[in-house]
């Protein structure tokens, strides 16, 4: 039995047990509110596919991870944040409107699912460059702080490209940075 599974025995016997409490006591709208809270638990599937070189698991709309044979080379899980979207797309640089931080207008940019996961080949004859694209955005509820990431991964190597926005607001303007009198620069020092 693996650990994932065991962990799944535990939260079905634990959800049991609470059903069980909630309709001898006949509280039946608490038992509505916690299965439909419950219910991404059972929704969540692993799924993947293999680029090229590359093994690409979709769990959700929330997290991907991407292995050469054993080795880890990108993932991403936006369970930690509290506004976070991940996107596939085939383009380098896509067209894309956000609006309060969340992405709200695109033709280039593809909800998380396997099926939208593409491998671009280009025109390169000197290597491979076949890539696929992650673009993943996040940001806090009010939109103040946040970023727009585009990562793309090489099928045949695994190695990740990393192109960043990021975006911050200081109400009240930003503290005054600690006296630093070491000078590394070549042309100020």
Request: hydrophobic share 40%.
């Amino acid at each position: 039995m693996t650990g994932s599974e065991h962990s799944h025995i535990k939260v079905t016997l634990l959800l049991t047990l609470i059903v069980r409490y909630i309709l001898e006591f006949k509280l039946k709208k608490l038992l509505l509110v916690i299965l439909l809270l419950t219910q991404p638990i059972y929704a969540d599937t692993n799924k993947s596919v293999t680029i090229n070189n590359l093994e690409v698991t979709v769990t959700g709309e929330y997290k991907v991870e991407v292995y050469k044979e054993a080795k880890h080379m990108f993932s991403f899980d936006c369970r930690p944040y509290i506004s976070c979207e991940i996107f596939t797309t085939t383009k380098d640089d896509p067209s894309y409107e956000l609006f309060d931080g969340r992405v709200y207008a695109s033709d280039d940019l593809k909800p998380l699912v396997l099926d939208n996961i593409e491998e671009v080949v280009g025109y390169n004859t000197n290597f491979y460059d076949g890539n696929i694209s992650f673009f993943i955005t996040i940001t806090t509820p009010s939109a103040t702080t946040g970023s727009a990431t585009m990562y793309i991964i090489n099928t045949e190597t695994g190695a990740v490209a990393v192109n960043a926005k990021e975006w911050d607001w200081f109400r009240y303007g930003m503290t005054k940075p600690k006296a630093n009198n070491s000078c590394f620069n070549v042309v100020y020092c």
